[in-house]
């Protein structure tokens, strides 16, 4: 039987909610058994930085992997459980291969093929890229604000943006309808759920759609909290419900969620499901197959109106619509120049002690070259004679031809490296041909990332969206979609601050 590790880890603030521990251990278990894999060792991680230097366990599994060579992989339950960046993630991916490990996550699909490799490094670094200019382009006033307890984004259901500089931006909205917002927290205490309390208010006429009730309820500014950027900070704001009673239902509605069975959520067959938002009405696009004149056909819909029905496939097709649609984009010129020129860099800074193993390896040689000289000076003298001569001399010269072939490896490899990376962003740069071809996870991962609010269609075109900072428009499309798309543009369906707060 395959023999596997698991990898587990929480950080302190997790472990606090009292999330993940045993659902990663769980989700690790049960993926081991499915798959056969024999579960040897488990390296569980608490409450460490995320720091790859600073875990203890981690380094205990290295070592473990190091002594134990029949080890066939490292199950974690996310590949973000064992590295937060790149440079961590590929120099572990190069020790586990060295050791011939495998990376196993339970949850996603890494596929281990070179192509799958190579695109889940390549969106690990464009992902963390896109992310880190985001934060420091935006955020800093933001977090500088936060943390001074100001709220400044828009007011949450229940409150009103003052809009004072300087100071507070948060106060509380009229009294009967804070009241009803109270109301939702004291009756999920009761013993409501979660579905009656949202009916309950809105018998009492406060409608809020049931995505929008389930954020309100994780939503901690109704405690007086401002949780953004991953800092926790107490607002200068009145909360609306008690902390004791708001962390209450919270816990109450995790371990509910919790019971419920895992199952895959991702239908290969409709990767666009939810991520195209009809425009009307700001609602993801459900799918489905039907049947009907003696076939079977798939399709994308609108839950809502209704409106919307199209064919998955064909030349009219919605992923049709959707591949053509990703033509009109392009990795930014400047960023792959950056890519390369950081990949360069980061592998010299790497690569340093590289130099010092050619100095060294080039002082041999020529240290093999003059003994050669010495040895034919003696023979010549005679003093030592021609059949030890010519075997002595014949000995350094193949130890010169092997280091001369080591010398050469180790100075090609900085070229390989530069070789590799430009075909692999070469690759990249078919985008609409990469969302073909790429497994259903790591495709909707993919277009997740390339339009983060979703892509906005109004069933015949799509709108503009918000994208990934590394793309943009091509000028063409751009010229022409002036031409055939309304002018008020798209409406995002909330703030999107909010959302990507939210989301955290
Ligand atoms: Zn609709």
Not at 113 to 139: C, P, W
Not at 469 to 484: D, G
């Amino acid at each position: 039987m395959n023999k596997v590790i698991l990898y587990l880890r929480v950080s302190s603030k997790e472990q606090v909610e009292g999330s993940s521990l045993e659902t990663q251990l769980d989700m690790c278990r049960r993926y081991a058994i499915d798959n056969g894999y024999d579960v040897v060792e488990v390296f569980t991680e608490k409450g460490e930085s995320a720091k790859t230097a600073d875990r203890t366990e981690l380094k205990f599994l290295l070592e473990y992997v190091a002594k134990n060579k029949d080890i066939f992989g490292v199950i974690v339950y996310k590949v973000d459980r064992l590295a937060r960046n790149t440079l961590d993630h590929a120099s572990l991916k190069m020790f586990f291969n060295k050791y011939n490990v495998r990376l196993i996550s339970a949850t996603e699909n890494l596929e281990d093929t070179s192509v799958g490799r190579l695109i889940e490094n390549q969106l690990a670094g464009f992902a963390q890229f896109d992310n880190d200019i985001r934060t420091e382009r935006s955020q800093n006033g933001m977090i500088a604000a936060m943390k001074a307890g100001r709220y400044v984004w828009k007011a949450p259901k229940g409150y009103v943006n003052t809009g004072g500089k300087g100071k507070s931006n948060l106060a509380l909205d009229k009294p009967e309808l804070v009241k009803k917002i109270h109301l939702i927290w004291e009756l999920i205490d009761t013993g409501y759920t979660q579905e009656e309390a949202r009916k309950e208010i809105a018998n009492r006429g406060l409608t809020i759609s049931k995505s929008q009730f389930n954020r309100m309820l994780r939503n901690k500014t109704y405690m007086g909290v401002i949780e953004k950027f991953g800092l926790s900070v107490i607002g200068d704001f009145k909360p609306i419900v008690e902390p004791e009673l708001f962390l209450r239902v919270l816990d109450k509605l995790d371990r509910k969620a919790k019971k419920i069975p895992i199952y895959r959520v991702n239908n290969p067959d409709f990767p666009l499901r939810n991520f195209i938002v009809h425009t009307t009405c700001n609602d993801g696009l459900t799918a489905s197959w039907s049947t009907g004149n003696g076939g079977k056909y798939a399709y994308y819909r609108c839950k809502r109106c209704k409106k919307i029905n199209y064919n998955k496939d064909g030349d009219e097709g919605l992923e049709t619509k959707f591949t053509n649609y990703l033509r009109n984009y392009h990795y930014k010129d400047e960023l792959k120049e950056l890519m390369l020129k950081a990949i360069e860099v980061n592998w010299e800074d790497r690569n340093k002690n590289n130099q010092k193993r050619v100095d060294e390896i080039e002082s041999e040689i020529s240290k093999l070259k003059i003994l050669n000289k010495e040895i034919v000076g003696k023979n010549l003298r005679n003093v030592i004679s021609d059949q030890l001569a010519k075997e002595m001399t014949t000995e350094n010269e193949q130890k010169i031809v092997e280091l001369e072939l080591k010398l050469h490896t180790q100075q090609s490899t900085l070229d390989d490296v530069m070789k590799v990376s430009e075909h692999s962003l070469s690759l990249l740069e078919d985008i609409s041909g990469v969302w073909s071809r790429i497994d259903i996870d790591i495709k909707k991962r993919f277009q997740n990332f390339l339009f983060p609010q979703r892509l906005p269609f109004d069933g015949a075109n799509f709108r503009t969206a918000q994208t990934a900072y590394c793309i943009s428009q091509n000028v063409i499309a751009l010229a022409q979609k002036s031409s055939n798309v309304p002018a008020e543009g798209f409406e995002p369906p909330t703030n999107r601050l909010e959302r990507e707060c939210s989301i955290r």
